[in-house]
């Protein structure tokens, strides 16, 4: 029978983590759901060079990114005995902002975008996975509680990201002018503030890409 280290052999062999545990949702979990692992990047090369050296990176078909997570998490459930679930397959869509914040590893930050223990700002999912077996992710500390200057709050040159939640048009018009290009090139400026964020920082052709996707 699998058990979470055949979980965590598996990731680690895609350049995958393993970022929280919540409970079964039964409206997309098959029965016998034990654990709701939430899989995600952790920053580095690893999983950029993993993805980057893939045939669906190199096939030139649209979303490499989200057909290599397939591939890989699929693969992984099958060897497992569990079953893979995306953020980006729907409707119906699984919601999981609502099963981040039920792990005790993720919660809403101060600008309203999730904050987890480890990654800070820089989280991402790549899917979740269903699991016949138990898979301990403790509860963590909060990493806002202990944060005493609270940067992402003021990070953003245009105040788009607040306490008061997302101003997407005021993002895009900034990112259209010249002083909008750190951002284009180096990632979210919110993102990249965050104290916790900066050991998990991404590379810039990778901030870039993503940029790219979300501001063509």
């Given at each position: 029978m699998a058990r979470a280290s055949d979980l965590d052999a598996a990731l680690a062999e895609a350049a995958l983590v393993a970022l929280g545990t919540a409970p079964p949702d039964p409206d997309f979990c098959p029965p016998?759901?034990?654990?709701?692992?939430?899989i995600g990047t952790m920053g580095g090369s690893a999983w950029w060079e993993r993805v980057t050296a893939s045939p669906e990176w190199r096939d030139g078909a649209p979303d490499p990114i989200d057909r290599w997570s397939k591939r890989m998490l699929e693969g992984i459930a099958a060897r497992l005995g569990?079953?893979?679930i995306f953020p980006f397959d729907g409707p119906p869509w699984a919601p999981f902002q609502r099963w981040a914040q039920a792990t005790g590893r993720m919660w809403e930050s101060p600008v309203r975008l999730l904050v987890h223990a480890?990654?800070?700002?820089w989280v991402a999912f790549r899917g979740a996975l269903a699991l016949p077996f138990d898979v301990p992710l403790p509860a963590a500390e909060r990493p806002c509680d202990r944060c005493?200057?609270?940067p992402c709050l003021t990070a953003c040159p245009v105040g788009a990201?607040?306490?008061?939640?997302?101003?997407?048009?005021?993002?895009?018009?900034y990112l259209d002018t010249k002083a909008g290009a750190d951002c284009m090139s180096g990632g979210c400026a919110v993102r990249r503030a965050c104290p916790v964020s900066a050991s998990h920082a991404r590379l810039p052709v990778q901030s870039s890409f993503h940029?790219?996707?979300f501001h063509p």
């Open positions: 016998g759901t034990r654990a709701l692992v939430l569990g079953r893979a480890d990654a800070g700002l005493a200057t609270r990201l607040t306490k008061a939640g997302y101003d997407v048009p005021g993002c895009h018009a940029m790219s996707r």
